[in-house]
């Protein structure tokens, strides 16, 4: 987001996690650093959203979570390089969009071929369906999934 935007961000408003149907929580302890936001992510959790945490950490969340993965410290690209990859691989992707707002997906595609869910796995030190599951879950809930990362 940081690249696109000038800063880091969610993918959603937090008005709006009440409305998802994935949380995917990455690299943040929520609950410390943003507990208001924290707060709204386990009442989306009550109102049926699922959450995913993937973290080296087993921050307080991890409760709440309906899957969490615990990747190795430095390993959040192989994963979601993965799990982008298996996605595209599986056509659980929205062409339309990518077709008419994005340039150089044949070059991203091409890009994260060596991302295999076995790949990406032994480099994060877990099993390659927690990959799938998650590529799996996060098609199948957009656009009403979330992607939430902060500092902390």
């Not at 149907?21 to 009550?46: D, Q, Y």
């Not at 307080?60 to 993965?69: P, S």
Request: aromatic content about 8%; proline content about 4%; hydrophobic content about 40%.
């Amino acid at each position: 987001m940081a690249v696109m935007v000038g800063r880091g961000a969610m993918t959603n408003s937090i008005e709006e996690l009440a409305g998802s149907k994935l949380l995917l929580v990455t690299g943040s302890n929520t609950t410390e650093t943003h507990p208001v936001i924290s707060l709204r992510m386990k009442k989306a959790v009550k109102n049926g959203a699922k959450l995913i945490v993937v973290d080296p950490r087993k921050i307080e969340l991890t409760k709440w979570a309906d899957k969490y993965i615990q990747i190795r410290i430095g390993t959040d690209i192989p994963f979601y390089n993965a799990v982008a990859n298996y996605i595209i691989q599986n056509d659980l992707y929205d062409k339309e969009y990518v077709a008419t707002r994005t340039r150089n997906f044949e070059e991203i595609k091409d890009h994260l071929t060596m991302y295999t869910p076995e790949y990406s796995a032994k480099i994060c030190g877990i099993d390659p369906e927690d990959i799938i599951y998650t590529a799996k879950e996060y098609a199948k809930a957009s656009p009403k999934s979330a992607i939430c990362y902060t500092v902390g």
